[in-house]
């Protein structure tokens, strides 16, 4: 029995964990994106309805081969480009058509979320020995629980000035993040594939 197949049952379980916690934590963005007229709590709950998408597809990709994971992982990179692309759409609406975000409502639920995100990037940094598509979710949790951290910032700014321009920014930022991972998990995708195409066991 190989190393692997002894660390597929908790690898299994904490994808199964983040999986729910992120689809719960996407209804809960969207709910109040909506209530609050917020373009940084839709981004968020897009981001994180996409990362509920991969987590899904990790778990497939557990049961298959490297090629799988490789492929899984690629998706993870292509999705958060996509993602990123709608949210710059959003926030470009906001900017010209303007919008009236309520901030203690982005306050409330970035705290939430934090939390949530925080446990999910603790559980899947347990992990030993992460593959690619695992490299890719905790990218994943992380970009989120700081993506948190900017709507609660945002939250405080439209309380005090009360003005749109801060949930913009933090939409854009989130936007700017999700490229960047999207980068990111695409070259890791990359490189694996490579190196199992040299024959690297």
Known sequence: MTSSTL??????RTLWIV????????????????????SALIANGVDNLSDTAVYALSLVALSH????????????GVMLLIFAG?????????YFQGSEPVGPTMMTMSAVAAVVNYICLRLLQRLKQKDVNLRAA?????NDFISNGGILVAGLLVLWLGTNWPDLLVGLATAIIAIKGGI?????????SKDDKDGRP
Request: charged fraction near 25%; aromatic fraction near 8%.
């Open 7 to 12: 660390r597929a049952p908790d690898e299994r």
């Open 19 to 38: 999986l729910l916690l992120n689809a719960a934590i996407a209804i809960g963005f969207f709910a109040t994106g909506l209530i609050g007229d917020s």
């Open 65 to 76: 081969g490297q090629t799988w994971k490789t492929r899984a992982a690629t998706a993870s």
């Open 86 to 94: 709608g949210i710059l759409i959003d926030v470009g609406r906001r």
């Open 138 to 142: 905790t990218t994943f949790s992380f």
């Open 184 to 192: 990111e998990i695409l070259g890791d995708a990359r490189t694996e």
